[in-house]
């Protein structure tokens, strides 16, 4: 028998596990040399550990498999919290391997003592520590279990000699559930579903990230009951595409219909969604669906709980719903809605190629044009999650991922790593606040150490646009809110990563082509309008000062892309008399 590291990797090769993000240290030395003398394992190296969470997350948003970070003792492992709360508020699969100091000397204050199995225990939904090899490798199988069940984080915090003695036992073979059952509502409840919907004159509907793989279902619902749709960013990519009922976004992020279909709708139909900002929805006449039941009524008072899969429960439903004769209210709002667009279009298409600063959304919108139809972005909280939401166009192939519930800067580019490891084959695009990449500004060494074919566009306002806002509308002067004229090219030139900075709006398209079709990293610094600010229309200030500490607050001026092209496209499919 080998050492317990080495038992611990047996375990986690058998769980499917490829890689382990990390920066090694003393109490991780035998976990490290266990992984480099394994097959099918690799240690893949960070600059911050805080960078090895945040692409543990995104290689298991993706993947849906168990993705693994770790830390050494101490600081090493607390740098790991920032990603961990956010892949446990995102709800993927990710287990951090969390060491600590000797075991005769914890509890007497030893150097770089902490109590990891305290620290982790909010962002996380399994925490303990091995004392003994006797331990192992049954309470690891029970963390990776665990994470994938929930689905969420598990730590497991062993001291460094423990994981360097003989392991107890051997370590067998074991095999972890991956694929869980699918909620079914009850019968009851399918039927209150039908008579809620078969009794309200008009419906909308909000859809969320719930809604993945259910957008057949929710198109044969609109189609039958005339509602349009509306969705949360994070519903976005799964509910938008070939979509002939879109109205647009809600919360502060928002633009198009959607808010006022959700006001103005007899009933309004939850899908998959636990949209936190609950100013934005009407507090009366809605029902909600959703396979937690602990989600369900607690954003907004309900008419009706429906506990269940969406798809399974819109199947269940479908049968007994009477087709609406009447789509007058699904017509008014797809109508509004591409007005609303239109209204605002001109704020990036007028005159681009003269306007210096480079308006920030016309970069998202060539952007939206030019990346891959299975592109991977990674988008930075604060206002790049603007342009996500309003540019980037789903097609049921590419993904959009970031910190849209933790709600952490930083996160783009770690993101983006674990993404392209995942998938080395894939175009994989950071979108960087200057905020943002500024932070973790290391993590561009660790893309040129490996390789990584990355493509990273920082828009770089030379400011903390979102922060600005936010004290501007909340009736403070800026302060402290400006991050330097950084020319954030030369820094990842420095690092190996090609790079130019663009200033001329007119070069755009042509400098992000070639980033994106250059083989391995590339970087592109944009300086772009820190002023291209303001407040949709339905929000009020005393409502976005209510949210001024949530991730995704600001909302930007400008139009939404090819989103307006699908507005015109729905609003061209009303039946005329």
Known sequence: MGSVAEQMVEVLRQAGVERVYGVVGDSLNPVVDAIRRAEGIAWVHVRNEEAGAFA?????????????????????????????YDAQRSGVP????????????????????????????DCSTFCELVSTPA????????????????PGVSVLVFPGDIAALPAAGPTGRGTFLTEQAVAAPPWAQVRALAEALNRAATVAVFAGAGTRGAHEEVMKLAATVHAPIGHSLRGKEWIQYDNPYDVGMSGLLGYGACHEALQEAELVLLLGTDFPY??????????????????????????????????????????????????????????????????VVGAYTRDIEHHRPIHPEYVAAVLDELA??????????????????????????????????????????????????????????????????????GELLTVAKHRLPVKTVV???????????????????????????????????????????????????DALREALERPGPALLDVVTDPNAL??????????????????GRTVL????????????SNLRNIPRP
């Open 135 to 150: 331990q192992l490798p049954r309470l690891l199988r029970v963390a990776v279990q665990h994470a994938l069940g929930a």
């Open 56 to 84: 543990a997350a995104a290689e298991a948003e993706l993947t849906g498999r168990l993705a693994v970070c770790a830390g050494s003792c101490g600081p090493g492992n607390t740098h790991l919290i920032q990603g961990l």
């Open 372 to 441: 891959a139809e299975d592109a991977v972005f990674t988008v930075d909280t604060g206002m790049n999650n603007v342009w996500a939401a309003r540019y980037l166009t789903p097609n049921g192939r590419r993904r959009v991922i970031g910190s849209f519930l933790h709600g952490s800067m930083a996160n783009a580019l770690p993101h983006a790593i674990g993404a392209q490891l995942a998938f080395p084959g894939r175009q994989v695009v950071s979108l960087s606040g200057d905020g943002g990449i500024g932070m973790l500004l």
């Open 278 to 343: 609950d100013s934005f929805l009407p507090q009366a006449r809605t029902v909600q669906v959703d396979h937690d039941a602990t989600r369900l009524g607690r954003r907004t008072p309900l008419e009706l709980a429906v506990h269940g899969d969406v798809a399974a429960t819109l199947r269940a439903v479908l049968p007994l719903l009477e087709q609406k004769p009447d789509r007058t209210f699904l017509d008014t709002m797809l109508d509004r809605h591409v007005k609303a667009l239109e209204k």
């Open 534 to 551: 303001s407040i949709p229309p339905h929000i009020t200030a005393a409502q976005l000062k209510g949210f001024a500490l949530a991730a």
């Open 557 to 568: 001026s400008g139009g939404v892309g090819r989103m307006i092209d699908l507005a015109r």
């Open 459 to 509: 828009f770089n306002n030379g400011a903390l646009g979102m922060i600005k806002l936010e004290m501007l509308v909340s009736g403070y002067p800026e302060t402290e809110t400006d991050n330097g004229d950084v020319d954030y090219a030369a820094i990842a030139r420095a690092c190996g990563i090609p790079a130019k900075r663009v200033t001329d709006p007119a070069a755009v398209a």
């Open 94 to 121: 990710v287990l951090a391997l969390a060491s600590h100091i000797p075991s005769g000397q914890i509890g007497t204050g030893f150097f770089q003592e902490t109590h990891p199995e305290r620290v982790f225990t």
